[in-house]
């Protein structure tokens, strides 16, 4: 089991850029994939981006795609997403997620454990 812990999130004017982390527990993040999701108020959880477990295949919801960039660090069992070039439609409550043995998905179904969630709020 892994305990997942997002950080990095606030207000931002447009055009601005946030880096959120994810800090995962015990000893074996390199077995998991990794996704990044996001919820608006009255949205359903979407997708944003995926990293596999070596960090050498990465995907992305088409509405980030150029401006956000997920990577990971195994040493430090840390997922990260840097957002670049925000808008007002990026804001929302963001969810790292981690997926056993998996090698990433754009389905949220796809992954057992989440974290808290980080609040983005893009002003325009």
């Known amino acids: 089991q892994v305990q997942l812990v997002e950080s990095g999130g606030g207000l931002v004017q447009a055009g601005g850029s946030l880096r959120l982390s994810c800090a995962a527990s015990?000893?074996?993040?390199?077995?998991?994939?990794m996704g990044w999701f996001r919820q608006a108020p009255g949205k359903e959880r979407g997708f944003v981006a995926a990293i596999n477990r070596s960090g050498d295949s990465t995907y992305y919801a088409d509405s980030v795609k150029g401006r956000f960039t997920i990577s990971r660090d195994n040493v430090k069992n840390t997922v990260y997403l840097q957002m670049n070039s925000l808008i007002p439609e990026d804001t929302a409550v963001y969810y790292c997620a981690a997926q056993k043995y998996g090698s990433g998905s754009s389905r949220y179904t796809a992954y057992s454990y989440w974290g808290q969630g980080t609040q983005v709020t893009v002003s325009s």
């Open positions: 015990g000893r074996t993040f390199s077995t998991y994939a």
